[in-house]
């Protein structure tokens, strides 16, 4: 099962670091790229993808430091399990000393370059060029591509994963002051309407056709990862129990995307269905 969840992971990630600037030849998603759920979730598959991982040294040691919150990186890092494999590089350290100045230890191909920022699925990037690297830009990517609505939304459902629920608030105070957004008190709880999400949407498109949250996504695969190089090798039933017992141990980081995983059952269904699952993760 897994071995064909990596090589599913391993393609996307040529996609998304593709899109990004990365020397390949992916096509690049239609979806919206998260950079920081990339840097961190890139070491899973490294190992079995040595070229990808040089590039994506080389990006983030040359290209990354104008692009990248390193204070959300930290904060996404924390939702990935412990990494068994220490041959490949820790991407996200790497990218922190980028940004602080020192200068890589690394070899680098120096064949990067720096985003077209014209493809829908760099939507941050384009956010961020406008607004700064900052909660502020992510945020506006997420109010431009929400559904529409009418009632309006809570602070929970519009919060962009890595950023604290006071500073998306303190942003959300001030586009309603700014009449951007309708602050809704009800029961003393706050919700928010769009107002003028138009032209927000007219300044920072072309839009992705989807905006998936990938923190989760990339976290709960990157679990089912580490668990397949752990215990793959053992007898299917065995396997199955033990990354039911992972996945259970994850129920709410996945119904945070709505993505309830299937755990109950005989092992051989287990597995089944949890191929069908995962690999739903990586096609949203």
Known sequence: MSDQLQQQAIELAWRHWTALGVAGVAPRPEHAIDLEALIAFTPFIAAAEPRLERECLDWCV???PNN????RLRQIVRLMPARGDATSHDLPSV?????SGRPSRAKLSTKSRKPRLDHPSLIQLRSR???GVSARADLAVALATRARDSEGARISAI???GYTKRTV??????LADAGVLEELVVNQAASYRSLKVAPLRAL???LPKKAPSWP?????VAAILESWRRSGARAPSTYAIELAKVLDGLRPLAARIGMKPPIVGRPQAILAELARWSSALLDP
Do not use: K, T, Y
Not at 68 to 71: N, P, R
Not at 169 to 174: K, P, Q, T, V
Not at 216 to 220: Q, S, Y
């Open 95 to 99: 990218m922190m000393e980028a940004a």
């Open 169 to 174: 608030a303190l942003i959300l105070n001030d």
């Open 216 to 220: 989760e996504r990339f976290a709960l």
């Open 204 to 206: 920072l498109a072309p």
């Open 159 to 161: 919060l962009p994963v």
């Open 129 to 131: 060029r406008i607004f």
């Open 68 to 71: 990248v919150s390193i204070s």
């Open 62 to 64: 040359r290209i990354g």
